[in-house]
């Protein structure tokens, strides 16, 4: 059985982490959605609220599994008996880092492959870092993340700057 692992923060899922999701669930026996837990870092949803959104928006794929991690990559991945790591690459400018990343983990777990999935040219431009900030901002960010996840974040940020008019939500 091909067992693989689609590591990261999905702070929030976008939906060009769907995409690469779908894409390499057929590719694969099983895919386990690995949500790091980064202890050095404070995000926007908790790690709870990352892998409850990544469930729900995959709860239609039968071979999709969500669990969270700590630790490093290949340890979650031997953990799970997964033989194959897949990332997603936006553009150009991520491959320098993944393929960094890619080589680290072949060194510590020889036994564990990289696949490198590019994210369908629509989605190239989103991230998790982006999505946020253009939502601080107040604006929407429909087309970039589930319109779940558009609603989960819009709430976030209501919250957060409760009593300050410097955030409106709308559709500019």
Known sequence: MNIA??????DPTTNGHLDVIERAAKI???LIVGVLINPNKTGLFTIDERTQQLKMLTAHLPNVEVRAFSGLLVDFARSVQARIVIRGLRAVTDFEYEFQMALTNRSLAGEIETLF???SAHFMYVSS???KEVA????SVEGMVPETVQKQMEEKFRAKF???E???FNEN
Not at 136 to 139: E, I, L
Request: glycine share 8%; aromatic share 16%.
């Open 166 to 168: 410097e955030i409106f």
């Open 129 to 131: 870092s982006m999505v």
């Open 5 to 10: 692992v689609y590591p990261g923060s999905f």
């Open 28 to 30: 694969v026996d099983k």
């Open 162 to 164: 409760k009593n300050k």
């Open 117 to 119: 999935i590019p994210t």
């Open 136 to 139: 601080s901002f107040g604006k």
